[in-house]
């Protein structure tokens, strides 16, 4: 089964920036729709943004202006540039995926993303 791996976690002050990166276990070009979600401790998962195949992307309001998601040209890896950090960024991350080819949602194992103030 296909997996999504992410990497780009870290600890980083506030007010500073990270890069995560989510790339499929296997060579790809049927990824729909990709993004990020996050959870923090006590708390539901939540949309963070995502992008179509068309390129279109959808952002929660708290990170718009702050962070930006992308795809590489091929469309297998995609990238959360998170700028201007906020200790409320803290959260574990986790890639999702949607495939052209089935309807279930495909998770990454999450990846840590501690802001300190």
């Known amino acids: 089964q296909i997996q999504l791996v992410e990497s780009g976690g870290g600890l980083v002050q506030a007010g500073g920036s990270l890069r995560l990166s989510c790339t499929p276990s296997e060579s790809t070009n049927t990824i729909n729709v990709i993004g990020w979600y996050r959870q923090a401790p006590g708390k539901q998962r939540e949309l963070v943004a995502t992008?179509?195949?068309?390129?279109?992307?959808n952002y929660a309001d708290s990170v718009k202006g702050r962070f930006t998601i992308s795809r590489d040209v091929d469309k297998k890896t995609a990238y959360l540039q998170m700028n201007s950090l906020k200790s409320e960024d803290t959260a574990v991350y986790y890639c999702?995926?949607?495939?052209?080819?089935?309807?279930?949602?495909?998770w990454g194992l999450g990846t840590q993303v501690t802001v300190s103030s």
């Open positions: 999702n995926a949607r495939f052209l080819w089935s309807a279930s949602d495909f």
């Open positions: 992008i179509s195949r068309s390129g279109i992307s």
